[in-house]
C-alpha cells in the first residue's frame, strides 16, 4: 500500500530510535535472528519514514505482523516435514509383510537402507513422495487450516495498521493545507487601485 502523504525523512530516525526504546526487544523464538527482524524494521521504516510516536506505532505493528505471518508459514512446511514418517506409515500400511510403522520410523531417521526401500515400494505401487506428504496433510489438515487462518488474520491485521497510518497522515495533511490556505487567503488579497475604505458613519452627537 502507497502511502499517500510525504513526511520529513529528518525527522524519522528519532522516532524510529523512541520506538525502540517504547517497544523492547522483538519477540523470537527459536532458530530465528534478531539481525532478520532489525533488518524488516529498518527496511519498513526506511520506506515509511515515521514521524511520531503514533506512526513508529503502527510501523512495529506492520512488522511484527509480517512477520508472525511469515513465522506460521515457515512452522507449516516444519510440521509437514516433521510428520512425513506418519505418512510413510500410511501409504505403506496396505502393502503384505511389509512392517509400516518400524520402517518408517527409520525412514525418518535417515536411515539410507529405509529409504532406498520406501522409494523401491513407492515406485512398484506408481506413487511418488506426493502420496506420503498428501496422507500427512491428511492427518494434521485441521492444523494446518488453523495455521492458514493464522496468517490470513495477522495479514488482515497489517493492512488494518497500514490503513491507520495512512489516514493519520491523509488526516494531518488536510490540516496543514487548510492552515496554508488560511495564510495564502490573509497574505495574498488583492485589493482593487483606487478603492477607498468606506468612511464610518456619523455619530448622532456629531450631526447635532
Not at 506413487?127 to 485441521?142: C, G, I, K, N, S
Request: proline share 3%.
Amino acid at each position: 500500500m502507497r502511502l499517500s502523504v510525504d513526511v520529513q525523512a529528518s525527522a524519522a530516525p528519532a522516532a524510529v530510535q523512541s520506538g525502540r526504546d517504547f517497544f523492547g526487544a522483538p519477540s523470537l523464538i527459536r532458530n530465528e535472528q534478531a539481525a532478520g527482524y532489525e533488518n524488516l524494521l529498518a527496511q519498513v521504516a526506511a520506506a515509511v519514514t515515521p514521524v511520531d510516536i503514533l506512526e513508529q506505532m503502527w510501523v512495529r505493528d506492520v512488522v511484527d505482523l509480517a512477520w508472525q505471518a511469515a513465522r506460521w508459514r515457515r512452522l507449516k512446511a516444519a510440521l509437514m516435514n516433521a510428520c512425513a514418517h506418519e505418512g510413510v506409515d500410511k501409504v505403506l500400511q496396505p502393502f503384505e509383510r511389509i512392517d509400516a510403522y518400524g520402517l518408517s520410523k527409520r525412514w525418518a531417521a535417515g536411515d539410507a537402507g529405509a529409504a532406498r526401500k520406501v522409494g523401491q515400494l513407492l515406485a512398484a505401487a506408481g506413487l511418488t513422495l506426493d502420496a506420503v506428504m498428501a496422507q500427512t496433510l491428511r492427518l494434521h489438515v485441521d492444523t494446518i487450516e488453523r495455521l492458514d487462518r493464522m496468517i490470513m488474520g495477522a495479514e488482515a491485521r497489517r493492512n488494518v495498521a497500514l490503513r491507520e497510518l495512512e489516514r493519520h497522515r491523509a488526516g494531518f495533511a488536510a490540516m496543514l493545507r487548510r492552515a496554508t490556505d488560511d495564510i495564502t487567503d490573509a497574505e495574498f488579497t488583492v485589493i482593487a487601485p483606487g478603492a477607498a475604505a468606506a468612511p464610518a458613519p456619523a455619530s448622532a452627537d456629531s450631526a447635532a
